[in-house]
């Protein structure tokens, strides 16, 4: 192969892709990050009976479940784009990408639905005494979400280092 030929070479369509999503990513962990913050406000309004500010944060939290849905779910119709491509022409993958892209598929999947659960939660607007019990159920699916984020990001961390590494071969 020549020397011109490696520096033209293009990167391949799941790699482009990646590197457009780490960003959403990013973005959607540190949503989830300042909804634990909310969340322990939350916490301290129940306990001292501010209904006012205890809206709020329900409703701070619930822009940031839409807010996240909204990323997730651009993901996911790009990683259908993707599917879709790879059923067209196998061609365009330079490794076997088929475990990556099913796994990526059924964390977002996950996360979609959470994201469900949480916002029908915030969108009932439940009594300071309901929210109570929920609470520590809320901090579970944050935490379920966290994970699953965290899993995507090292995932495509490994999967662009593996590119990378190809486009010298």
């Known amino acids: 192969m020549s020397l011109f030929a490696i ?9 482009k892709f990646e590197e457009q999503t780490i960003q959403l990513n990013k973005e959607i962990f540190d949503l989830l990050l300042k909804c ?6 939350l916490k301290k309004h129940i306990a001292s009976n501010n209904s006012s500010m205890k809206d709020a944060k329900i409703a701070e939290l619930e822009n940031k479940f839409l807010n996240m849905h909204s990323k997730v779910d651009g993901i996911i119709i790009d990683m259908n784009r993707i599917i879709a491509l790879e059923t067209q022409n196998r061609d365009f993958i330079t490794i076997n990408d088929d475990t990556h892209i099913y796994d990526k598929m059924k964390r977002l999947t996950l996360i979609s639905s959470t994201l469900d659960e949480l916002l029908e939660l915030t969108h009932e ?3 300071a005494s309901e929210l109570e019990g929920m609470i520590p159920f809320i901090y579970g ?3 379920l979400l966290i994970d699953a984020v ?3 990001i090292n995932d495509d961390k490994n999967l662009e280092g593996t590119y990378s590494k190809l486009q010298y071969l």
């Open 7 to 15: 520096f033209t070479r293009h990167k391949p369509v799941m790699l």
């Open 36 to 41: 634990e913050t909310d969340l322990d406000e």
């Open 125 to 127: 607007k439940p009594a």
């Open 141 to 143: 699916r944050i935490t």
């Open 150 to 152: 965290n899993n995507i």
